[in-house]
């Protein structure tokens, strides 16, 4: 009855079946067999077996018809899975859709990662250098452009000043022309000698007073309507008001700050370092920098050689023409000692396993060589690895998590696969 158990489990298999279809079913499952076995003439051999002969009754002949249908499907069930099989065999696999890049020699050097800050090259507390009480402020947030208004003043106490001077002027040049014509008249009178000649002195020493009172008048006027200007605070530079620090009302003094305004795009960063790090630091030189998880570049413009007092770290600062704000925080790579030459590929090429660290790379069949390494030195997007990889080999940087080895690929995408093609 080994056949009755088999077919039994073609027709009703436990996983489709609940256990009172199960019980139900199994005896069906048993006559639709025998007469399954009946249609191919295999019968004989059970001819001896009670439990055969009892399910062969004519009533049953529906079941053979049944039986008849099943053995068909299934026949044809056989056939679509073996041809499947066979056609799955004979095509060839598929080739692997991965980006490449490439292994090279460079220069590296061991770093250690230092804290930093974002700040701007114009940030400055603008102050007022006409004392009044406060009109206006410019809200914070604010953009201004470079000569735009931030605050202003309570200019009628200076207006008042301007229309003193300008009318001590009429009266300054009023006195300078009488004293003028004064001047003209004792002079034709001295040539006749019908005058005394001190006071012909006396006439020009007063005209030459009023001369230079006029003169000053005419200054006192220029600082006034100055001083009118400024009573409108302006922006020495484009930027964002960052903070009021005073507000509408107030009186504020000469030189006393009353905004303080930076501008966001004119940013560098600014980082302590130990004076030991200083003989590897040079102008230009290029610096690994993160920020929020995002690698950047930054470049060495100076490095300030006075220890602070307190830290006793020097001031380096980087220039940087990344997307970060005033005041974010940042991590600086920054060389201990003098460089060496390496092998490195892009950080994306290692494949991380249980079993270690590894580098698919692409032999030039294009079939794909799994290549055990160890990890070194990393700059920007480079790492320096240490195994059986040379400078020019071609290496998987995307798709390498699913490659086998010795299986095809095909780059696609970048620069990194046209330096894959070969001819």
Not at 200 to 218: G, H, I, M, N, P
Not at 252 to 278: C, F, H, Q, T, Y
Not at 320 to 331: C, D, T
Request: positive net charge; glycine residues 8%.
């Amino acid at each position: 009855m080994g056949a009755l158990k088999f077919y039994r489990f073609i027709l009703y298999p436990n996983s489709w079946l609940t256990l009172r279809d199960r019980r139900i079913g199994a005896a069906a499952a048993d006559r639709y067999v025998v007469y399954l076995y009946a249609h191919l003439g295999w019968l004989p051999r059970f001819r001896d077996n009670r439990a055969v002969s009892s399910m062969l009754h004519p009533q049953s002949i529906s079941t053979v018809f049944f039986a008849r249908r099943s053995f068909a499907c299934f026949s044809l069930f056989l056939f679509v899975l073996v041809g499947a099989t066979a056609d799955a065999a004979g095509r060839p696999e598929r080739a692997a859709v991965v980006t490449l890049g490439q292994a090279q020699q460079q220069m590296m050097a061991p770093t250690e990662w230092v804290t930093g800050s974002v700040i701007s090259r114009d940030d400055a507390q603008i102050a007022a250098e006409i004392e009044g009480r406060l009109q206006w402020i410019a809200r914070e947030g604010a953009q201004v452009k470079k000569g735009g208004a931030i605050a202003r003043l309570d200019p009628i106490f200076v207006r008042l000043k301007r229309d003193e001077q300008e009318a001590e002027i009429v009266s300054a040049q009023a006195r300078l022309d009488f004293l003028q014509r004064e001047m003209r008249r004792l002079q034709r009178l001295a040539k006749s000698n019908n005058t005394a000649q001190t006071l012909l002195d006396q006439t020009r020493s007063d005209k030459d007073v009023a001369k230079s009172e006029l003169a000053l008048s005419k200054i006192r006027l220029k600082q006034a309507r100055e001083q009118l200007k400024r009573m409108v605070i302006t922006a020495p530079f484009g930027g964002v008001i960052a903070t009021r620090l005073v507000r509408m009302g107030e009186w504020v003094s000469s030189g006393d700050a009353v905004v303080r305004l930076v501008d966001p795009l004119a940013v560098e960063i600014k980082a302590g370092v130990a004076a030991a790090m200083l003989p590897f630091l040079h102008s230009g030189t290029v610096l690994d920098v993160t920020a929020d998880g995002r690698h950047y570049e930054g470049i060495v413009r100076t490095v300030i050689a006075v220890a602070d007092e307190r830290s006793h770290l020097l001031d380096l600062r980087l220039d940087i023409s990344a997307p970060l704000v005033v005041g974010q925080a940042v991590r600086i790579s920054v060389p201990t000692a003098l460089p060496r030459q390496v092998i490195a590929v892009p950080r994306d090429a290692l494949v991380m396993r249980r079993s270690g660290i590894s580098v698919y790379r692409v032999n030039a069949d294009d079939s794909a060589e799994r290549v055990s390494v160890t990890t070194g030195l990393a700059v920007g997007s480079l790492i320096e690895v240490v195994g059986d990889i040379a400078p020019g080999d071609r290496v998987v940087t995307r798709g390498g998590e699913r490659l086998r080895p010795g299986q095809k690929v095909r780059a696609t995408g970048g620069a990194d696969a046209a330096a894959g093609a070969h001819e």
